[in-house]
């Protein structure tokens, strides 16, 4: 095991931190790679690339933005593969705009949590595994190659945020 310079293991710079939640706080697990973008995204020479020419990374990102603005208890847990892969800390500096970056408390995979503990939650990703059984109705499904970028999935997310999110009133 590697010490950094703070003299926190390797592996504790790349953790999550613990969520903290407000009990009015509505949690969206979001997910990155055909969620935030179009494709899957590698880490090649020091840099992520988005997996296909014909995607740009982030290039769906500011759709949760705009839709989440009303609601400034909203939180998100990322439940990406990037945060295992690349660490928490990279993963959140990643996202391209301060707002979200801000609104990032922690990750897991363990969206079972959530609804254990009587949060709205929303996964929005591209695959259902995790999603605890009956939250279909709070399962925000993106299409592998479409992303947040199909007609129908920012509809549906504005629905459930107007129905769980907490908006400012």
């Not at 995204?41 to 990374?57: K, M, N």
């Not at 759709?63 to 998100?76: A, D, F, G, K, N």
């Not at 990322?78 to 990279?90: A, K, T």
């Not at 929005?124 to 199909?150: Q, R, S, V, Y």
Request: hydrophobic share 40%.
């Amino acid at each position: 095991m590697t010490t950094a310079a703070d003299g926190r293991s390797a592996a504790a710079q790349r953790a999550a931190p613990p969520a903290k939640l407000d009990e009015r706080a509505s949690v969206a697990f979001l997910d990155i790679d055909n969620t935030l973008h179009a494709s899957d995204a590698y880490f090649l020479d020091g840099r992520v690339t988005a997996g296909s020419s014909a995607s740009v990374l982030f290039e769906f990102a500011p759709v949760p933005e705009r839709l989440l603005t009303p609601y400034p208890s909203l939180v998100i847990i990322l439940s990406s593969s990037w945060v295992e892969v690349l660490g928490y800390e990279f993963t959140v500096a990643q996202l391209p705009s301060n707002s979200l970056q801000a609104r990032v408390r922690s990750a897991t995979f363990e969206r079972e949590d959530a609804a254990d503990d009587g949060w709205p939650a929303l996964p929005l990703d591209d695959e259902a595994c995790g999603a605890p059984a009956g939250f279909e109705k709070h399962f925000l499904h993106t299409n592998t190659g479409i992303a947040l970028g199909a007609r129908e999935t920012p509809e549906r997310l504005k629905e459930w945020l107007g129905a769980n999110g907490n908006a400012r009133r």
